[in-house]
């Protein structure tokens, strides 16, 4: 597998680390602990395309929100994930 | 209290052997570590991409690479090394931190690295062909000509290389490494040279 990062081009899977699932997104302060449960243990077991994040750590150390097909390994889309280099957030 | 007397040596003073060092004949590889050079980390603080790239232009007479290239100055070369991020070469102290640190005050950090990293030049009619067996990227100069760079790995260790100027017609490629990954990373490519011949040293510099 090869995955191409939007700063650096083209690399092998060894360059790049897997985090996980891009969709969980933390709960606000003071939520439930249902909610905070479900962010930091529950994943959903996707057979098909889904949003995962990615780190570059053997290139340019960016973070990468990866679109992929679990069944096939296709990868749709590569993009930086927020706060990957300063120019991209909060300008 | 004890004196310490601070002896500065290269991680790669034990390692490196200059001379001959595998098949005979002529060298088909020439491994140089260059030592004794200012290495400066730029990164924009958030937001502060443009400023930072007005700033460098201003300080260097040249724009800083906004993408895995690495651009020469007179006394510097400055090298991609990630979004918003890029790294200062040079020697003398003339862009070392204190130089730089009001040039970018207002728009980006600054991390010496001089003696974080170990920097190796790559040359000879056969460097390339070496290259090959560490490197997962194309480095056919019609894929990576003069100038080009790149954030990557070799031997699962994470380097920082980029193509110099041409040197007697031939390509000369240099690598920086963490120092603490030098001596692997010697021993490494030593091996990958070795049926080719290789010719060993290390000079003050830079190319
Ligand atoms: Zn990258």
Known sequence: MRITCPFCGERELGEFTYLGDAKPVRPVAGASEDEVFDYVYLRDNVAGVMSENWYHGGGCRAWLKVTRNTLTHEISAVEPAAGAGAAKVGA | ?207
């Not at chain 2, 730089?100 to 010496?112: E, I, N, R, V, Y």
């Open chain 2, 1 to 207: 209290m004890a004196e310490f007397s601070w002896d500065v040596r290269s991680p790669l003073d034990r390692a490196l052997v200059s001379g001959a060092h595998g098949a005979h004949g002529d060298a088909g590889v020439s491994l140089t570590e260059i030592r004794d050079f200012d290495l400066i980390q730029v990164m924009a603080r958030r937001g502060k991409a443009a400023d930072m790239a007005t700033a460098a232009k201003a300080r260097f007479g040249i724009a800083a690479p906004e993408t895995p290239k690495a651009v020469r100055t007179a006394d510097a070369t400055l090298i991609w090394s990630g979004p918003d991020q890029f790294l200062v070469l040079s020697k003398g102290g003339g862009h070392g931190t204190e130089a730089l640190a009001q040039p970018f005050a207002s728009s980006a950090s600054l991390s010496d690295q001089s003696h974080t990293r170990v920097l190796i030049s790559i040359s000879g009619a056969r460097a390339l062909t070496m290259l090959a067996k560490l490197s997962s990227i194309d480095l056919h100069p019609d894929a990576f000509p003069v100038g080009a760079a790149a954030a990557t790995s070799m031997d699962h260790a994470s380097v920082t290389l980029w193509r110099g100027n041409d040197r007697d017609g031939l390509a000369v490629f240099n690598v920086l490494v963490f120092a603490t990954f030098a001596e692997s990373l010697w021993h490494t490519m030593l091996d990958s040279a070795a049926e080719y011949g290789v010719d060993i040293s290390h000079s003050e510099d830079m190319a």
